[in-house]
């Protein structure tokens, strides 16, 4: 492989899993395009999009992006694996500061991975469209997309295969969801038809689970992208409605995204809350914030489709809701994590007066001392009882159990590690919610790329003269 310097770390620790990471990209570049304005007012966006191309520009180093096929791509920098009691120092075994790693950093290679390039191939596209007036960049990204997207399709299987390293840790169950969302934000970077029909295909639909159910269904998260692509299709219906052939699919997840916003609502029982009201999301397993934030944020952001539809609600069964009240569920989601809950507890480090201090996560808890800790030699940081010298100011951590407990303890990550794609929906629901309603979306950009949906009219004919 060349040279793979560069992305996210993920969490706590310094491996590069390229799934999540991706995952992280795309929902940082949506927000972007539909809230550029709000990024804008908070002075934040030159910010955000240095964020998503410093990932963008490491994903295009994983495959060779000029190349029109390809066969394999990079999916993982660093090793996770410490079962059976290995002594072996890799990246979970060690606690040292990144700068400082010596042992061996074996890279992942996919060559039948459709979940992961199906999802890189979303990232690449959806951020094509943020920097759309950068048209040198813009078109390397499409064209990378393009080019992860059929390899995608071509070679079939899952990027997490059995035993594999990332099956540990970002075990992805399905790809079919990535090629429903990859295809649908590849037709907004190219307006090529040809990703609207993949995207709109029944049997993709159906191999998705759309129309299915289950626990958990609705869930938008780094592993199932579902919930997402049906709001993202749902807003191709509302504001161009292309009608025939795609008009009944695109029906049908107009209908599924009803049906998964009533589901966020305490009169619905899909989910149950805890006794301080956050959303079980994951039914009661570890690290829920993850999945209430992307949540949140699909909640606003299809509140503002239907105001900039001039829909003022929606149909839960015979029951009509104002959008105010996804609104209001995002917003009573978002203050339970930065503060209003039963512990008083901001689960987001450095917001407010009391915030977790012992945070999972190797930089931060090893201090600015001009000391060298080896391989085990950072240990001592990592089961220290005082809190991390160094602040991960943003870095929101897993979240609280089902009882609205919290341990601040590092070596329980379930608590206290943060997260890459949780960080991004976090901040994608932020900006959905900040400034007053409205501002909106930007409704068009988006559609940048897209042709008309029918063809213009002719002109009418000259005027007649005898």
Known sequence: MKDLVGGYYDAGDAIKFNFPASFAMTMLSWSVIEYSAKYEAAGELNHVKEIIKWGTDYLLKTFNNSADTIDKIAAQVGVGDTSGGSTTPNDHYCWMRPEDIDYPRPVYECHSCSDLAAEMAAALAA?????????????????????????????????????????????????????????????????????????????????????????????????????????????????????????????????????????????????????????????????????????????????????????????????????????????????????????????????????????????????????????????????????????????????PDKHDGFHDVRTNYNYTEPTLAGNAGLVAALVALSGDKSTGIDKNTIFSAVPPMFPTPPPPPAPWKP
């Open 127 to 399: 951020a094509s469209i943020v920097f759309k007036d950068n048209k040198a960049y813009s078109q390397k990204l499409v064209h990378g997309a393009r080019t992860v997207f059929q390899f995608a399709r071509d070679q079939r299987g899952r990027y997490s295969a059995g035993g594999s390293d990332p099956a540990l840790f970002y075990n992805s169950s399905s790809y079919w969801d990535e090629f429903v969302w990859g295809g649908a934000w590849l037709y907004y970077a190219t307006g090529n038809s040809s990703y609207l029909q993949l995207a709109t295909h029944p049997k993709l639909a159906k191999h998705a689970g759309a129309f299915w159910g289950g626990p958990d269904y609705g869930v938008l998260s780094w592993d199932n992208k579902l919930a997402g692509a049906q709001v993202l299709l749902s807003r191709l219906r509302l504001f161009l409605s292309p009608g025939y052939p795609y008009e009944e699919i695109l029906r049908t997840f107009h209908n599924q995204t009803s049906i998964v916003m009533c589901s966020f609502l305490p009169v619905f029982t899909s989910f149950n809350r805890t006794k301080g009201g956050l959303i079980q999301l994951n039914h009661g397993r570890p690290q829920p914030l993850q999945y209430v934030v992307n949540a949140a944020f699909l909640a606003a952001l299809y509140s503002d489709y239907l105001d900039a539809a001039d829909t003022p609600g929606w149909y839960c069964g015979p029951n009509f809701y104002s959008t105010d009240v996804l609104r209001e569920f995002a917003k009573t989601q978002m203050d339970y994590i930065l503060g209003k809950n039963p512990r008083k507890m901001s689960y987001v480090v450095g917001f407010g007066n009391h915030y977790p201090k012992h945070v999972h996560h190797r930089g931060a808890s090893i201090p600015k001392n001009k000391i060298r800790y080896n391989c085990k030699g950072g240990w001592k940081w990592r089961d220290s009882k005082k809190p991390n010298p160094n602040t991960l100011v943003g870095a929101m951590v897993a979240g």
